[in-house]
């Protein structure tokens, strides 16, 4: 029950400002023990550590994040490219129970991807599999015009499966629990000390509440990183949805996904939502 609720918490749009009236507001409940030598050696060492520590997991997350943002739209070209050609193809003789037939396979693999999250990223790789298999079922091939277009959509399955692999593998790359314990033990020491030196004077609330909201933010950040649901809407979301108007199917749309803020509803386009 309270995971569940911390982790809508996480994906919710409006964290950032409910932290920061959070932590202003316990800055000016909570007096402090003012200033404290112990105290301030051990905000000077645990910030430093907490420092080095974030910023090396945020610059290895955020790599990943690039590496990740570059091979969806790799998968996402190269599917879209795919069904152009398996269009030429339908105009064929004998080609278009086919390539309608690719149609609902391209369908029925972006519904599975909008059914999981990146660490489960594999599970989507039987629906992938049909695709490469329904090329056995391709009717002969009678023109070069055929030959060439059939040719042309090799590499680009080549290609599709090669960044697949990647996402698969980038996908359940994350912070380990051990990783996540230091994070949040040293945390938590660093927004203690903060609230202890608090003088509860004006200028030393407004600091306390800036140092501890930034402290929070910057964890926010990490998880997002982590879960790669940092900018989901335009990396994990839209690309794939694109595919749908390629297809020229509705759009797939989940209802936990809109009321989480995870993503928006187009005012534009058809849409199918589901629970």
Same mark, same amino acid.
């Given at each position: 029950? /309270?995971?569940?609720?911390?982790?809508?918490?996480?994906?919710?749009?409006?964290?950032? #400002?409910?932290?920061?009236?959070?932590?202003?507001? /316990?800055?000016?409940?909570? #007096?402090?023990?003012?200033?404290?030598?112990?105290?301030?050696?051990? *905000?000077?060492?645990?910030?430093?550590?907490?420092?080095?520590?974030?910023?090396?997991?945020?610059? +290895?997350?955020?790599?990943?994040?690039?590496?990740?943002?570059?091979?969806?739209?790799?998968?996402?070209?190269?599917?879209?490219?795919?069904?152009?050609?398996?269009?030429?193809?339908?105009?064929?003789?004998?080609?278009?129970?086919?390539?309608?037939?690719?149609?609902?396979?391209?369908?029925?693999?972006?519904?599975?991807?909008?059914?999981?999250?990146?660490?489960?990223?594999?599970?989507? +790789?039987?629906?992938?599999?049909?695709?490469?298999?329904?090329?056995?079922?391709?009717?002969?091939?009678?023109?070069?015009?055929?030959?060439?277009?059939?040719?042309?959509?090799?590499?680009?399955?080549?290609?599709?499966?090669?960044?697949?692999?990647? @996402?698969?593998?980038?996908?359940? +790359?994350?912070?380990?629990?051990?990783?996540?314990?230091?994070?949040?033990?040293?945390?938590?020491?660093?927004?203690?000390?903060?609230?202890?030196?608090?003088?509860?004077?004006?200028?030393?609330?407004?600091?306390?509440?800036? @140092?501890?909201?930034?402290?929070?933010? *910057?964890?926010?950040? *990490?998880?997002? @990183?982590?879960?790669?649901?940092?900018?989901?809407?335009?990396?994990?979301?839209? #690309?794939?949805?694109?595919?749908?108007?390629?297809?020229?199917?509705?759009?797939?749309?989940?209802?936990?996904?809109?009321?989480?803020?995870?993503?928006? @509803?187009?005012?534009?386009?058809?849409?199918?939502?589901? +629970?």
């Amino acid at each position: 029950m /309270l995971k569940n609720i911390f982790k809508k918490f996480l994906r919710s749009r409006y964290k950032l #400002p409910i932290t920061i009236i959070v932590f202003f507001g /316990l800055a000016y409940a909570i #007096p402090g023990g003012g200033v404290n030598e112990i105290v301030g050696i051990i *905000l000077g060492v645990v910030g430093l550590l907490f420092a080095i520590i974030v910023g090396f997991f945020i610059n +290895d997350l955020w790599s990943r994040y690039q590496i990740v943002r570059e091979n969806v739209a790799v998968e996402v070209s190269g599917l879209q490219t795919y069904y152009l050609f398996v269009k030429i193809m339908k105009h064929f003789p004998d080609h278009e129970k086919w390539a309608e037939k690719q149609r609902e396979l391209i369908d029925a693999y972006v519904v599975k991807f909008f059914e999981v999250e990146w660490h489960s990223y594999g599970e989507i +790789d039987p629906y992938f599999n049909r695709i490469i298999e329904s090329l056995k079922n391709v009717g002969e091939l009678k023109t070069n015009n055929e030959t060439e277009t059939y040719t042309n959509m090799l590499p680009l399955l080549n290609e599709i499966t090669t960044s697949r692999e990647k @996402l698969f593998m980038y996908g359940k +790359d994350r912070l380990s629990k051990l990783e996540w314990s230091v994070i949040y033990f040293l945390a938590a020491i660093l927004v203690f000390s903060i609230f202890f030196i608090n003088t509860h004077e004006l200028f030393s609330i407004f600091l306390v509440g800036m @140092l501890s909201s930034a402290v929070t933010i *910057l964890l926010f950040i *990490l998880h997002d @990183l982590n879960s790669l649901s940092y900018g989901e809407e335009t990396v994990s979301f839209e #690309p794939y949805e694109t595919i749908f108007d390629v297809i020229e199917k509705p759009r797939f749309y989940r209802k936990r996904d809109i009321r989480s803020g995870r993503v928006r @509803l187009p005012k534009d386009k058809e849409y199918r939502l589901v +629970d």
